[in-house]
């Protein structure tokens, strides 16, 4: 199937290629939990006064905030709580897609989608790293990892379609992560233990 990944905890953040680029440049030295810690808070301030609403390039603050713990891609996270790095990625990129869909009117239903599609995305990880069904490299980029999705949205409110920018995103997602676990569990052997001796 695919390579073994040098850290289950590190398979689980979704990094796009923007973050995993920023990595590379720190070469894993920098240790993912204290920049993302910095980067929630400085989020939970953004929300508070209402950056979500703003109708220009405010908006992607979250994603340029967000970028803090794009060096930390690269680490082992192998420290005794780098393992919430992934849960707290999750909960910022959901809290600031379901914030500036609602700020900026996006019918629930289509925030609603997204939030699916990711929730579907991240589910399926977690699921298929257990079984030791490792997923493709390419999985991340494809599906624009946490960094470019928030960016993406930020775009459709900067262009002045929030509704048609969700929707578009939500679309591509499901069928893009859809094709792709159908394909993968399918070709993957039923035994997550045969997977990982054939590693």
């Given at each position: ?13 979704d990094d796009g290629p923007l973050s995993r680029g920023m990595g590379a440049l720190v070469a894993g030295q920098l240790p993912p939990l204290p920049p993302l810690v910095v980067a929630a808070f400085v989020i939970a301030i953004l929300v508070a006064i209402g ?149």
């Amino acid at each position: 199937m695919t390579p073994v990944p040098r850290s289950r905890v590190v398979a689980y953040r979704d990094d796009g290629p923007l973050s995993r680029g920023m990595g590379a440049l720190v070469a894993g030295q920098l240790p993912p939990l204290p920049p993302l810690v910095v980067a929630a808070f400085v989020i939970a301030i953004l929300v508070a006064i209402g950056v979500a609403g703003s109708d220009d390039w405010a908006v992607l603050a979250f994603a340029v905030t967000l970028l803090l713990a794009g060096p930390g891609s690269s680490h082992p996270h192998d420290g005794r709580l780098d393992w919430l790095a992934p849960p707290m990625l999750r909960l910022i990129e959901y809290v600031c897609v379901a914030a500036v869909g609602f700020a900026h009117h996006v019918p629930p239903v289509l925030i609603f989608a997204l939030l699916g599609a990711l929730a579907f995305h991240h589910y399926d990880l977690v699921y298929r790293i257990r079984q030791r069904v490792y997923p493709p490299p390419w999985l991340s980029t494809f599906g624009l990892g946490w960094d470019g999705r928030l960016i993406a949205v930020s775009l459709g409110v900067v262009a002045g379609w929030p509704a048609a920018g969700y929707a578009l995103l939500a679309l591509y997602l499901w069928g893009f992560f859809c094709w792709e676990s159908a394909t993968c569990w399918l070709a993957a052997p039923r035994s997550g233990t045969e997977t990982a001796e054939g590693e």
